[in-house]
């Protein structure tokens, strides 16, 4: 039996031990390879480095295109404040002064300058403008208020080119305690109307639509609450203010006073168009009150895009003013589309010669358009260049595409249309436009926009050009944001 034991175990010993040991020839080492076989011998391909995107985030990036967007999103890791009560000055979306998280303020800044062209007959118009120019801060207190102060230098946007009689845009105070019911006190955006609410240097073309400029409200003093449900798939604004914004106002025209809005946006197919983009809905209402306190009338007005010539008069107006809109507004990849109906009837109630009731005063508009971004990147808004300009890129090359009507008549009516502002049945009057672009993202603090737009006023006698023809203008924009 031990005999037996003794080569077991020695087996096992022999078979533990390494090949090398086992068998002398086994450790030897292989020949060099010889010099013709290190010639023929591919050498391993370097791997390219991909592009690497910014990961800095633009002065005009936020949670969405909306600059009534409720509970902003949390900021990146990298920009999250240091608890304590240290001081530090920073720049990485904007210049910055912070005092550890109890007090912030960014310094901000828009600047957007134009070379204008279009039909011959309109010795008016500056071939060259700083259309708009704007600085102010932003930041917060304590976390839970937030604060905004905006001025404007030299704003052309309405007006026939004049600087609007108030340069403040955004003065308000934001208060956040409750997430999903915060409150907006100051001056800011009516909620009412998709393209208008897309921010000033968000836009994919130079000038906003017809009905966003002359029908949906713009900037007011009021108070708002607004918040989100759902991961941002439901959300909502909901306010009273003094006026009905500064788009129905000129210094001809009085427009409305107190004004209720609301406005609620959703992503109700998010779970059912996976792989297709985000799909979201939005639809918005106003009341406003209208008085005929002016000698003037008192109604919404009609202009062209670029040459903001007058195609539809205002009319005496006096009741409610009451205003609806929906908005549909299509991401995916590199594409988007947007689409957007409006409609405001304004009540006009002892308007007529006799001191009579008359036929409302009615005003529609809409617009399609879409965008693709021919250098693939995400479609964003403000687009972000997946190689910036002189830093391993070009920048992000978009082409963007609009059709938009804007129309004015009455709802009714049994007289012969006319002009004249008590008439009982407006003579109809209405501009189509459309625009073609391509937008130049460099980096993300400049963009070139290149815009031509064709128009046609429905009425020839209030047409710019002879004969009621179609006309173009051409617009080129240079945009800077700090």
Partial sequence: MLPLLTCLVAALTLGSQPASAADPQAGAQPEAKTEKAKKNEKKPKKEKKAKKKSDKPAPDEGPTATDTDAAPAPAPADQLEPDGKGTRVTWKQHPSFRIGSVFRIDLEAKFQEDLRDTYVGEPDLPRTQLHRNRIGVQGHLFKQIEYEVERELTEKELDAGKTPKSPWKDVNVNLTFVRNAQVKIGKFKIPFGLDQLTGVTHND????????????????????????????????????????????????????????????????????????????????????????????????????????????????????????????????????????????????????????????????????????????????????????????????????????????????????????????????????????????????????QVNGVREQVEDNERNPVPNGAAFWSRVIRLQFVL
């Fill in 205 to 448: 073309f130079v000038y906003r639509s017809l009905g966003a400029n002359y029908l949906a409200p713009a900037r007011d003093i009021g108070l708002m609450v607004h918040g989100s449900f759902l991961k941002h798939g439901l959300q909502y604004w909901s306010g009273v203010f003094r006026h009905d914004g500064d788009n129905a106002r000129s210094s001809k025209i009085q427009g409305g006073d107190e004004t209720f809005a609301g406005r609620v946006t959703g992503t109700p197919f998010r779970s059912l168009t996976r792989g297709l983009g985000e799909i979201e809905l939005g639809t918005a209402v106003t009341v406003s009150k209208l008085s005929d306190d002016s000698f003037r009338p008192n109604g919404l007005r009609g202009r062209t895009i670029m040459t903001q010539h007058v195609f539809y008069e205002p009319v005496y107006v006096k009741g409610e003013r009451r205003r609806w809109e929906a908005d549909v507004d299509w991401t995916v990849g590199p594409a988007s589309a947007r689409a957007e109906y409006t409609w405001v009837s304004d009540d006009r109630r002892q308007q007529g010669i006799g001191d009579n009731d008359l036929q409302n005063a009615r005003a529609r508009s809409w617009y399609v358009s879409g965008t693709w971004l021919l250098t693939g990147e995400a479609k964003t808004r403000p687009v972000k260049a997946g190689g910036e300009f002189l830093q391993g890129g070009w920048g992000a090359l978009e082409l963007a595409a609009r059709y938009e009507r804007l129309s004015f008549d009455s709802a009714g009516g049994t007289d012969v249309p006319f002009r004249n502002p008590r008439a009982e049945t407006i003579l109809p009057a209405g501009d189509r436009a459309l625009t073609l672009g391509a937008n130049w993202t460099l980096n993300r603090f400049v963009k070139v």
